[in-house]
């Protein structure tokens, strides 16, 4: 009787894991599948490029769908995250959140700048025996950061929702050739004056590019959360709206989750049959392996670590809660598309509170860019010592700056890190032209890169909600927020009820029967 109670609690916890867990095991599952089906289709059938569009199709509508809700996804939680925090909380919340984001990033930066300079994968190799791919991208250090800066402001919010800000320099005209004509008779002679102007000048014009400013956006939903915090019992309809539109989102990111493996499997494959050259990888490989074994050192050691001295708990637990959004990060390779699935694996696998997720994750997948730092960092050393180029200390602090700043300004799409990367090497002189030398395996590598940047969002919202664990419990005794869900509203509020809200601190609490109050917030 024991062996078969045994034996049904057993199958009885295989159905409860296979429960949990089958989107994972049917995302891993399809990961596996799009590379044998890719491998195939490129040893057994030739097709043309129209062909292998056509292949990918299925790839390319799960992309559109998980774009689809970044943006109420950002626009909803923003704004209810920031207005569901009290004035002390929020700035805290914030500063705890960006002081993490700055020191993971300048510790992958050191990481990557080691590893470079003890491997060396450049100098047993030139320039020359390297393929270039793609073209350069034309941008200056001092305009990124401006348009970075002209971003944060945007001048349309709904223009913002779908362009970005982009300075370009137009050369302007020299000044024209001027001529002197002296005559001395009976002979005529043409003295030519040329003025030459040894530094060009520029003007710069503005354009817009395609993609969401989701900077902008960001600032203008703190500025408005606080707001709408402040409003008190008038900003109520709002939050009501707000949170809604979030709980609507979500369900909807469920929904396109179903469709997640049959996507992935059409991504892989489609990108394994346009790869052409894959001698590129060998040529290539120590400079990979380079970058690759300095993103698993940060992913395995580094954040863990932190990650248990703060929290004290097991980092490795934590990660496997968030699987499902690694293993889309390394598929989509795009930290803003990943968002919706990072929001449900921190709430629901990880028990992060709302309050932080809302609040953390959004800025986090556009400024937290570990891998990036990291990847630019061993890149612009690795094109050094192609070069031969000597760097002294001055010049490697300036490739750590630079590999950090450049990494906050790059947006969380696909391939952001090219731009940046020339940022990088102009700032130590080093050719910008070079950076088509590590395009062919950009791909690749950016895949990896975003996962770790997704993990680290990850950890980040774990750390931050553990050291506010005391403000979140005061706040949840001052103002009786259901601590499941702080966001729950009650569907109805009758005459009696309302009459119950008594006004504190400039904002305003609500009575136990109700499941939510606004307590003053202001800007940190």
């Not at 008779?185 to 005529?188: A, F, G, I, N, R």
């Not at 609500?510 to 109700?514: A, E, F, L, N, S």
């Given at each position: 009787m024991?062996?078969?109670?045994?034996k049904e609690r057993?199958?009885?916890?295989?159905?409860?894991?296979?429960?949990?867990n089958w989107?994972?095991i049917?995302?891993?599952?399809s990961?596996?599948?799009?590379?044998?089906?890719?491998?195939l289709?490129r040893?057994?059938a030739?097709l043309s490029?129209?062909?292998?569009q056509?292949?990918?199709?299925?790839?390319?509508?799960?992309?559109?769908?998980?774009?689809?809700v970044?943006?109420?996804?950002?626009?909803?939680s923003?704004i209810t995250g920031?207005?569901?925090?009290d004035s002390?909380?929020?700035?805290?919340?914030?500063l705890r959140?960006?002081i993490?984001?700055?020191?993971t990033t300048?510790?992958?930066v050191?990481?990557g700048?080691i590893?470079?300079?003890t491997i060396?994968p450049g100098?047993?190799?030139?320039?020359e025996h390297?393929d270039r791919?793609?073209?350069?991208?034309n941008?200056?250090?001092?305009d990124t950061l401006?348009d970075l800066?002209?971003?944060?402001?945007?001048?349309n919010l709904?223009q913002a929702?779908?362009?970005?800000y982009k300075?370009?320099r137009?050369e302007?005209?020299p000044?024209?050739?001027?001529v002197?004509?002296?005559?001395i008779?009976?002979?005529?002679t043409t003295i030519?004056t040329v003025?030459?102007?040894?530094?060009?000048d520029?003007?710069i014009?503005g354009?817009?590019?395609d993609?969401?400013?989701?900077l902008?956006?960001i600032?203008?939903?703190v500025?408005?959360g606080l707001?709408i915090?402040?409003?008190?019992e008038?900003?109520?309809?709002?939050?009501?709206?707000?949170?809604a539109l979030?709980e609507?989102t979500m369900k909807?990111?469920?929904?396109?989750?179903?469709?997640?493996?049959v996507?992935i499997?059409f991504l892989i494959a489609?990108k394994?049959?346009e790869?052409?050259d894959?001698?590129i990888f060998?040529?290539m490989?120590?400079?990979?392996?380079?970058?690759?074994?300095g993103?698993?050192?940060h992913?395995?050691?580094?954040?863990p670590?932190?990650?248990f001295?703060?929290?004290?708990?097991n980092p490795?637990?934590f990660t496997l809660?968030?699987a499902?959004a690694l293993?889309?990060?390394l598929?989509?390779?795009s930290?803003?598309?990943?968002?919706?699935?990072?929001?449900?694996?921190a709430?629901e696998?990880n028990?992060?509170?709302?309050?932080?997720t809302?609040f953390?994750?959004?800025?986090?997948?556009?400024i937290n860019?570990?891998?990036t730092?990291?990847?630019?960092?061993?890149?612009a050393?690795?094109i050094?010592q192609?070069n031969?180029y000597?760097?002294d200390?001055g010049?490697?602090?300036?490739?750590?700056i630079?590999?950090t700043?450049?990494?906050i300004g790059?947006?969380g799409?696909?391939?952001a890190g090219?731009?940046?990367?020339?940022?990088v090497l102009?700032?130590v002189?080093?050719?910008a032209s070079?950076?088509?030398?590590?395009v062919?395996?950009?791909?690749?590598?950016?895949?990896?890169r975003?996962m770790?940047?997704v993990?680290?969002d990850?950890?980040?919202?774990?750390?931050?909600?553990k050291l506010?664990?005391?403000?979140?419990?005061?706040?949840?005794?001052?103002?009786?927020v259901?601590?499941a869900?702080?966001?729950?509203?009650e569907a109805?509020?009758?005459?009696d009820e309302c009459e119950k809200?008594s006004?504190?601190n400039g904002?305003f609490t609500?009575?136990?029967?109700?499941a939510?109050?606004f307590?003053?917030t202001?800007q940190f």
């Open positions: 024991e062996m078969m109670s045994n057993r199958g009885v916890n295989v159905k409860r894991l296979l429960k949990r989107l994972l049917a995302t891993v599952m990961v596996l599948l799009g590379i044998g089906l890719g491998v289709v040893e057994y030739s490029h129209l062909d292998k056509y292949f990918g199709f299925p790839g390319e509508i799960l992309m559109r769908m998980l774009k689809l970044i943006l109420p996804l950002i626009i909803s923003m920031v207005a569901a925090l002390e909380v929020s700035g805290k919340i914030g959140a960006v993490y984001y700055f020191s300048i510790i992958a050191i990481l700048i590893l470079v300079m060396k100098v047993s190799q030139t320039a390297i791919t793609g073209t350069t991208p941008v200056t250090t001092v401006l800066v002209r971003n944060m402001f945007p001048e709904v929702c779908f362009q970005q300075t370009k137009k302007l005209e000044p024209s050739v001027s002197n004509t002296t005559s008779p009976p002979l005529t030519m003025v030459e102007n040894i530094t060009k520029y003007q014009t354009t817009y590019s993609g969401i400013n989701v902008g956006l600032v203008f939903c500025a408005f707001v915090g402040k409003m008190g008038k900003g109520r309809i709002l939050l009501e709206f707000f949170d979030n609507a909807l990111v469920q929904i396109i989750m179903c469709y997640m493996p996507g499997l489609a394994i049959i790869v052409e894959w001698d060998r040529k490989g120590l400079y990979m392996v380079t970058v690759l074994s993103l698993a050192i992913a395995l050691v580094c954040l670590l932190i990650f001295i703060i929290v004290r708990k490795y637990t809660g968030m499902q293993v889309t990060a598929m989509i390779s930290s803003s598309a990943t968002l919706p699935v990072t929001f449900r694996c709430e696998n028990r992060i509170d709302k309050r932080v809302r953390v994750l959004p800025v986090g997948a556009t860019m570990d891998g730092a990291l990847y630019e960092a061993v890149a050393i690795f050094a192609l031969d000597p760097l200390v010049q490697i602090v300036t490739i750590s630079t590999a700043v450049a990494s790059a947006a799409v696909p391939n090219l731009v940046t990367m020339v940022i102009t700032a002189g080093l050719p070079d950076v088509t030398l590590i062919a395996v950009d791909w690749l590598l950016d895949r990896f975003t770790i940047n993990l680290g990850a950890y980040g919202a774990g750390i931050v909600q506010s664990k005391r403000e979140l419990e005061r706040m949840d005794l001052t103002s009786d259901d601590v869900n702080p966001f729950a509203l109805t509020l009758d005459d809200k006004y504190v904002g609500v009575d136990k029967t109700d939510i109050s307590t003053e202001s």
